[in-house]
């Protein structure tokens, strides 16, 4: 249940409820689609064996498996993220891998205690944009830091630049108000966009050595046809169609048209645009 006291009770509550199973099922796609720009991100902490890693926002777990496989049996990766739904198939993942040097942790990473002091690296793929208050959120991480522990994570640039994350199919929700822009830096995918506004966040909460560094990546690990069932399972599109069901066949029509044009040797290419964040532990 999502305690509705808490910090970040919308967050919970959509990763727990209203999109958990959408997000579950298209596990795969996701992460075949967004596994390059996490390893960009997972190269800048240099991991060596037997180091101990955070990885928040952690997911369905591919990022804790592949930072478990980089520190090694003498290592540990502690996952956390606030969906139940997800962990499920990150523990079960896990197992299968035989990689016992990971756990999977439910928990809000803004307020949950963790050990001080434990960690020497902390990593995100896309998890850290949702925080009602990113400061105190950072503040907390930074104290599961050991002194001169690093941090890296990756998130999105302005919708501006990602023009993949816009609905190809406008015309089908004509009749639909159009949403009010979310305040700058309000939680979400794009909380992140402005450069100035990450780096205030993480000097606020005591990091030092930050850099927020462009990066520009092309997408293209799947197929015209896990396009289009990704696209209007998650995102922008999968929202609205979680409110009007009956849209998704003309909406399936104009997506199709619209990724059509996008297809390279038969996978679908776009560009994305990211941040690369860096940051140490004084």
């Known amino acids: 249940m999502t ?30 689609q ?31 498996l592949q930072l478990a496989a980089r520190v090694g049996a003498q290592g540990s990766v502690l996952g956390a993220d606030i969906s139940g739904p997800m962990l499920e198939i990150a523990r079960d993942r896990a197992a299968a891998a035989q990689l016992s040097q990971t756990q999977f942790l439910q928990a809000d990473a803004q307020t949950h205690p963790f050990d001080a ?9 896309f998890g850290v944009m949702f925080f009602a208050d990113p400061r ?34 406008g015309s089908a929700f004509a009749d639909v108000p159009a949403p009010l822009a979310p305040e700058p830096g309000a939680p979400g995918p794009f909380a992140f966009a402005d450069r100035e506004h990450v780096g205030a966040i993480l000097a606020d909460a005591g990091f030092a050595d930050i850099a927020v560094t462009p ?34 066949d003309e909406v399936e029509a104009e997506l199709r048209k619209a990724l059509a044009a996008r297809v390279l040797d038969g996978r679908v290419v776009q560009d994305s645009a990211t941040w690369i964040v860096t940051a140490r532990k004084a």
């Open 3 to 32: 305690d509705t006291a808490a910090p970040n009770a919308d967050q919970q509550a959509y990763w727990n409820e209203s999109a958990a199973k959408a997000w579950v099922e298209l596990h795969d796609l996701l992460d075949r």
């Open 117 to 125: 002091d434990a960690m020497d690296a902390v990593f995100s793929r």
């Open 34 to 64: 967004l596994e390059p720009l996490g390893a960009r991100a997972m190269g800048e902490l240099a991991l060596r064996a037997g180091e101990r890693v955070l990885d928040i926002g952690c997911g369905t777990g591919q990022t804790t």
């Open 136 to 169: 105190a959120a950072f503040t907390n991480v930074r104290s599961a830091l050991k002194p001169g522990g690093r941090l890296a994570f990756v998130c999105w640039r302005s919708m501006a630049e990602n023009p993949w994350m816009r609905p190809a199919a």
């Open 215 to 248: 990066h520009d990546a092309k997408l293209g690990g799947i197929t015209l046809e896990e396009s289009i069932r990704l696209s209007l399972g998650v995102g922008p599109l999968g929202a609205l169609l979680r409110e009007r069901p009956e849209k998704r």
